[in-house]
């Protein structure tokens, strides 16, 4: 029928589009299917209610969903469904740790250190997150853009529970109204007596110190030690 095309149409642009793309737009008029007619892909307000709420739940429960909600143009590839996977087992403590190891530009800060820990958070207000870098200025970042995927009007609409203090928001630590808190650091840096319920490290050297011996014992000491 008419109304379950529009309906698998909506759930479709749900699956490889955003809840911005899909509540918006979309949402009013999509571009019909092979042999459809225009004026016939309007989609009911049952139809966005129902929709909505299935993206939302699948996004609370899997990664590459809250990504794909998130961030309407992020073009997934075989290895970010694996990746994900990994991560998932990690924070349901199925696995205790993980390493990952990928080519340049393949989304893999991306996915790891800024929408693992947004999510991660979002079914966790209370956890406590450490995230190390080779630098500061590079954890910092990351923590910035955590930062701001948790203050978006889409993550709301997926997470409502977790909010960030009002009185605790810079970008290196910040906390939530839940007591839980995200820390940023460079390797090497002192962050005994902090402890974490995830624990991040990306890239703890940068190309240049990859290259030096000292530099690599430095982290390689500084690891069980101080993280």
């Not at 589009?17 to 979309?26: E, H, K, S």
């Not at 004026?39 to 966005?48: K, L, V």
């Not at 991306?110 to 209370?126: D, K, M, N």
């Not at 928001?169 to 995830?198: N, P, V, Y």
């Amino acid at each position: 029928s008419s109304l379950g095309l529009q309906r698998k149409k909506l759930y479709r642009g749900f699956r490889t589009g955003g809840l911005a793309r899909c509540l918006g737009d979309a949402c009013q008029r999509v571009s019909p299917m092979e042999g459809e007619v225009e004026n016939e892909a309007i989609f009911t307000q049952e139809d966005r209610d129902s929709a909505t709420r299935v993206a939302i739940q699948a996004s609370r429960d899997d990664l590459l969903s809250f990504i794909l909600l998130m961030d309407p143009q992020f073009s997934v590839g075989p290895h970010h469904r694996y990746l994900c996977d990994v991560l998932m087992r990690v924070e349901s403590g199925e696995d205790k740790r993980a390493m990952v190891f990928v080519s340049p530009r393949s989304s893999k800060s991306l996915i790891t250190s800024t929408y693992f820990p947004a999510w991660a958070l979002g079914r966790h207000p209370e956890w406590q997150l450490i995230e190390v870098s080779h630098s500061s200025d590079l954890s910092t970042d990351f923590g910035r853009q955590v930062r701001d995927i948790l203050h978006s009007k889409d993550y709301h609409e997926i997470f409502p529970d977790t909010e960030i203090r009002k009185d605790n928001r810079a970008a290196d630590s910040w906390a939530t109204t839940k007591k839980g808190r995200f820390l940023a650091a460079g390797a090497g840096s002192g962050i005994a007596g902090k402890g974490a319920h995830l624990g991040i490290i990306d890239d703890p050297l940068s190309e240049q110190d990859a290259w030096s011996k000292s530099a690599r014992e430095r982290v390689n000491n500084w690891y069980p030690g101080g993280f």
